[in-house]
T-cell receptor
Framework: DAGITQSPRYKITETGRQVTLMCHQT?????MFWYRQDLGHGLRLIYY???????DKGEVPDGYVVSRSKTENFPLTLESATRSQTSVYFC????????????FGPGTRLLVL | AQKVTQAQTEISVVEKEDVTLDCVYE???????LFWYKQPPSGELVFLIR??????QNEISGRYSWNFQKSTSSFNFTITASQVVDSAVYFC????????????FGTGTRLTIIP
């Protein structure tokens, strides 16, 4: 049971480049989420999706784009990476609505030079 | 608006000591859920517990126990007879019971168990 996976696990890129972080879950969970984790801020929600083709902004969506054409995949794209987007990115999924447990992927460490 | 406060940024204890991690929350919702997650040095986020606001019974799972007190808006986590493997960052989180709303995380408590 693979659960929820993220790729790549580590990425170094340069300012201005486009980067896509992948997230895949095998549970057929309806909800998927993208968070970033930075020192002193805990985890902050970037975008979430309630189902395929339904996405919505979280706390810190600027500079990011998401799509969800299939239930199992939820890619996060940094259209033009900036140094402030250096962070650890976590994908999560949840079976049902609010109150259900979110399960997290292993994370992607992104460094923008 | 929801808020979760973990006032203890870092805690260090000697192995086998008991340690309590504090979590205080704010919400206007009458029903909600509380969670604890563990983030070991390897970096992944591991789910530990989910508690409904209707259920104020304390919960024990092995060396772990949780004390939920609605009157003080707290959901504290105690590790009994701590072990080195308990060294991690622990996050408390809050979710409403309805809607698509996000999980609100505290900023975490870094726990170091000294052998």
């Amino acid at each position: 049971d693979a659960g929820i996976t993220q790729s790549p696990r580590y990425k170094i890129t340069e300012t201005g480049r486009q980067v896509t972080l992948m997230c895949h879950q095998t549970w057929s969970h309806s909800y998927m989420f993208w968070y970033r984790q930075d020192l002193g801020h805990g985890l902050r929600l970037i975008y979430y999706s309630a189902a395929a083709d339904i996405t919505d902004k979280g706390e810190v969506p600027d500079g990011y784009v998401v799509s969800r054409s299939k239930t199992e995949n939820f890619p996060l794209t940094l259209e033009s990476a900036t140094r402030s987007q250096t962070s650890v990115y976590f994908c999560a999924s949840r079976h049902g609505g609010a109150g259900e447990t979110q399960y997290f992927g292993p994370g992607t460490r992104l460094l923008v030079l | 608006a929801q808020k979760v406060t973990q006032a203890q940024t870092e805690i260090s204890v000697v192995e086998k000591e008991d340690v309590t991690l504090d979590c205080v929350y704010e919400t206007r919702d009458t029903t909600y859920y509380l969670f604890w997650y563990k983030q070991p040095p390897s970096g992944e986020l591991v789910f530990l517990i989910r508690r409904n606001s209707f259920d104020e019974q304390n919960e024990i799972s092995g060396r772990y126990s949780w004390n939920f007190q609605k009157s003080t808006s707290s959901f504290n986590f105690t590790i009994t007879a701590s072990q080195v493997v308990d060294s991690a960052v622990y996050f408390c989180a809050l979710s409403p019971s309805f809607g698509n709303e996000k999980l609100t995380f505290g900023t975490g408590t870094r726990l170091t168990i000294i052998p």
